[in-house]
């Protein structure tokens, strides 16, 4: 069982969960030591920072020397998913990357492993998957696929060489921080007083998951004995159309509906099961709560 003050090592902690993340740890008490392209970044200063690269053709295990544990959030998401030349990329670093990097944890006697998948990859046949649903995504293949090989290999080593794994499968994230996604765009346009737009009626759906609530799960599971794959998520799928319409009812911003250029509507993906979360003790963040905290943050950014 891992508990503070040990270090953790932590991947992708520059980013938008990996900064939630570190800060909900260090207030813990753990040291941290982040594994990173980004050093200059803005690390917090009482953490280590060591220069580390997903796409290295090796990951030395001296740089998880000393680490009681690794929580791995590092990833490639493609900016065109429909791009075929991104499918080498996703795998080259989601799967054999984490593969590589688990290898380098094992040797260096890191005792638990905590990563992030995707929940976006179950088939999507599934109403509410629980961890036992089938996978087998069919959209954002290149990368959902990796991300699911990521899962595969990184059970396949750990149960091997006997590490202590699990992997959160987390739904779509969002949160106040966060410099770009279709959240981010509608509420920005909300406050700023342009027009929210959405497609096909706002069919497009996920399970949406507030950063808070990424992070909270992440350091829940970090210090459990819990191994194998659990859901994070708010157990409700929402549709960019109800996203939109509390927008509309928290600044009064209209909303235009207009057809999709591709012709196909994209639905997204369904609610999750989180029953085992739950039984640990998660309660999520509601999506209108996170909603309206997404708007504090833009009208009052000096404040957030």
């Known amino acids: 069982m891992i ?39 803005g ?20 740089l998880l020397q000393g680490c009681d544990a690794l929580v791995h959030l590092a990833a490639h998401i493609p900016r065109d998913h429909r791009d075929m030349a991104e499918a080498e990329r996703c795998w080259a670093i989601n799967a054999f990357g984490t593969l590589r990097l688990i290898a380098a944890a094992g040797e260096a006697g890191v005792r638990r492993i905590v990563q992030t998948t995707g929940a976006n990859a179950y088939a ?5 998957p629980d961890e036992q649903a089938q996978m087998f995504p069919r959209s954002r ?15 396949e080593y750990c149960e091997a060489h006997h590490l202590s794994l699990c992997s959160l499968r987390i ?12 959240l981010t765009i509608m509420t920005r346009d909300a406050v700023e007083g342009r027009p929210i737009r959405i497609v096909d009626g706002g069919c497009y759906g996920a399970d949406m998951v507030h950063v808070d609530d990424a992070a909270s799960a992440l350091l829940l599971m970090l210090e ?33 509906d207009q057809p999709s250029e591709a012709g196909v509507s994209d639905t997204g993906f369904p609610a999750l099961d989180i029953t085992l979360l739950r039984s640990m003790g998660f309660a999520p963040v509601p999506v209108e709560r996170g909603l309206a905290a997404m708007v504090c943050r833009f009208l009052s950014p000096a404040l957030t």
Request: no cysteine; proline share 5%.
């Open 171 to 182: 739904g779509a994230i969002y949160g106040p921080e966060q410099a770009s996604g279709r």
């Open 43 to 62: 690390f917090h200063p009482d953490d280590e920072v060591r220069r580390f690269d997903m796409a290295d053709a090796a990951h030395d295990a001296a």
């Open 124 to 128: 999507p046949t599934a109403l509410q």
């Open 3 to 41: 508990r503070p003050p040990v270090t953790v090592a932590v991947t992708g902690g520059a980013g938008h969960v990996g900064k939630r993340f570190s800060d909900a740890a260090r207030a813990r008490g753990y040291r941290l030591r982040h594994l990173t392209r980004r050093t200059d970044a």
């Open 141 to 155: 293949t290149y990368y959902l696929g990796s991300k699911l090989l990521q899962e595969i290999y990184a059970t």
């Open 224 to 256: 459990r004995d819990f191994e194998g794959p659990v859901n994070v998520g708010t157990g409700v799928r929402t549709t960019l159309a109800t996203i939109a319409a509390t927008l509309r009812d928290l600044t009064g911003a209209e909303v235009i």
